[in-house]
Every structure is written in C-alpha cells, then in structure tokens.
C-alpha cells in the first residue's frame, strides 16, 4: 500500500530564504507526481507535475525533482515571499496497470513566510 | 476559459439526511474526480467518473454515489449522513483519467451535526 509523507510538517521562515519542502514515498512504481498549493478553506492549485521518467520540472521560482527509486521529491522554492504562505501538497498515481486513477495524497506541510 | 465549479460552498446537514454536491468540470475536460477532505489531511480519493462512466473508487461505502453527465459536470451523493461525513469534498477535472494535472474547485464544507 502506498504511504506519502510529507516532512516538515509546518515550517515558518523569513521572506526571501530559499526552502525545501520534502516528499516521500514508500512504492516506487508511480506514474507521475503532483506538487499542490492550497490556501485556507480553499481548493487546491496544481503547481507542477513530473512524469515518472522525468527528473526534475521548474516553473517561474519553483523547482519539483523527483528520485523515484529513493522514492522521494522535493520542492525548492526561491526567494520566498509572504503570499507563498499555504499548505503545500504532494500527491502520486500509482502505475499498477490498466486506468490507474487513484492519486494519493501526502498531509502536507504548512509554510508561512514572515514578512 | 471557466475553471472547476462546485456549489454549495457550505452546507450544514443533520445525521441520516442525505446530500448531493454539484460540480462544472473546467471546460473541454472529460474526468471529474471526487476527495473528502478531512481537516488537517490530505484528500482522499471517492471516485472518478470518465465519459459518464466511474472509473475507478476508493475505500467509501456505497452510501456515496455518483454521477457525471454528457456536458462533463457531475455530481456526489451522500445518504445516510453520519458526523465522520464532516469534511471539505473537492472537485477536480482533468483532459484524461490521469495523464494530465488535476485541476481543483474550491470544494464544499459540509459539516453534519
């Protein structure tokens, strides 16, 4: 059964520190990887998806890599900056054959940025 | 073009009443997906539904149902409400069961007293 674990747990740091949020998992055989961003009460915003035969996806300060057979990711953010204050999320599909649907999602890590 | 829409944003219910949750996929998407969301946990998946079919369900009895019509919204039925079914229910569409990002609403909060 695949386990996703998301570490820290929650993490405050000073505006403009580079960070890392951490993502493991426990089956290697994913299909792709999701990063999400969610705000208060709200839904979740897709930040970047990595296939599983991809190593690393970037989009504007954000960088996803993936290791999938150390079974783990990470997110580096840069230059962070209060309004990436969120719960940031990281979630699998599994690769078990056939319409693999199900993705599974990590608890997340809540990040506040300190002004 | 629209993004995912769900209503009601907030529904509160009473134990053994049942509810139904709508969704407008994100226009030219044919997968709609269902989560529960418990507070201070990641989602978890109900089920999918693919061109009016499911495709795929989790570990939820069969209390919660389905629907997804040919325009591609969809609906999520829960009978029998019982207080664990208190959680935030997300919606989320995508081009294909799952080669592409999954693209969320902003979900219901239903709370069951």
């Known amino acids: 059964k695949q386990e996703v674990t998301q570490i820290p747990a929650a993490l405050s740091v000073p505006e403009g520190e580079n960070l890392v949020l951490n993502c493991s998992f426990t089956?290697?055989?994913?299909?792709?990887l999701q990063w999400f961003r969610q705000d208060p009460g709200k839904g979740l915003t897709s930040l970047l998806l990595?296939?599983?035969?991809?190593r690393e996806q970037t989009s504007g300060r954000l960088n996803a890599s993936l290791d999938k057979s150390s079974g783990r990711s990470t997110l580096y953010i840069a230059a962070s900056q209060p309004g990436d204050s969120a719960t940031y999320l990281c979630?699998?599909?599994?690769?078990?054959?056939?319409?693999?649907?199900?993705?599974?999602f990590g608890t997340g890590t809540l990040l506040a940025v300190q002004p | 073009e629209t993004g995912v829409t769900q209503s009601p944003t907030h529904l509160i219910k009473t134990r053994g009443q049942q509810v139904t949750l709508r969704c407008s996929s994100q226009?030219?998407?044919?997968?709609v997906s269902w989560y529960q969301q418990a507070l201070g946990q990641g989602p978890q998946f109900i089920f999918q539904y693919y061109r009016e079919e499911e495709n795929g369900r989790g570990n939820f009895p069969p209390r919660f149902s389905g629907l997804q019509f040919p325009n591609y919204s969809s609906e999520l039925n829960v009978n029998a409400l019982e207080l664990d079914d208190s959680a935030l229910y997300l919606c989320a569409s995508s081009l294909e069961p799952r080669d592409s990002p999954l693209h969320f609403g902003n979900g219901t909060r239903l709370t069951v007293t």
């Open positions: 226009s030219g998407h044919n997968t």
């Open positions: 979630a699998v599909y599994m690769n078990y054959g056939g319409a693999t649907n199900k993705l599974i």
């Open positions: 089956d290697s055989a994913i299909y792709n």
């Open positions: 990595i296939q599983s035969s991809q």
